[in-house]
Nanobody, 121 residues
Framework: QVQLAESGGGLVQAGGSLRLSCAAS????????MGWFRQAPGKEREFVAV???????YYADSVKGRFTISRDNDKNTVYLQMNSLKPEDTAVYYC???????????????WGQGTQVTVSS
């Protein structure tokens, strides 16, 4: 497992941007797929984006074209750049990790503690 710590959440107006960061405790995350999930009040946690070791990415339809996931293996960090934010993007955002992209999407073994993102209209 990997210990993960998110940062970068906050309050932003609709149409604005935020960049979330997720720092991993392992010496290297190069062999791990990394992802982001979110959970809005009263809703189930949902998949947002995933990136595998080679940089291949996959996004939920709701964020495609607005969000970009990236990774810096030298810094053991994964990022989520969020542009054109909408009020419906308001949620707690969680970083996740597992050995494969499919494992992350289906239910990762490692989770961060979450960071709040609030988008005002």
């Amino acid at each position: 497992q990997v210990q993960l710590a998110e940062s970068g959440g906050g309050l932003v107006q609709a149409g604005g941007s935020l960049r979330l960061s997720c720092a991993a405790s392992r010496r290297t995350i190069i062999n791990f797929a990394m992802g982001w999930f979110r959970q809005a009040p009263g809703k189930e946690r949902e998949f947002v984006a995933v990136i595998n070791w080679s940089g291949t990415t996959y996004y939920a339809d709701s964020v495609k074209g607005r969000f970009t996931i990236s990774r810096d293996n030298d810094k053991n960090t994964v990022y989520l750049q969020m542009n054109s934010l909408k009020p419906e993007d308001t949620a707690v955002y969680y970083c996740a990790a597992d050995r494969t992209q499919n494992a992350v999407v289906r239910g990762p073994s490692s989770w961060g503690q979450g960071t709040q993102v609030t988008v005002s209209s």
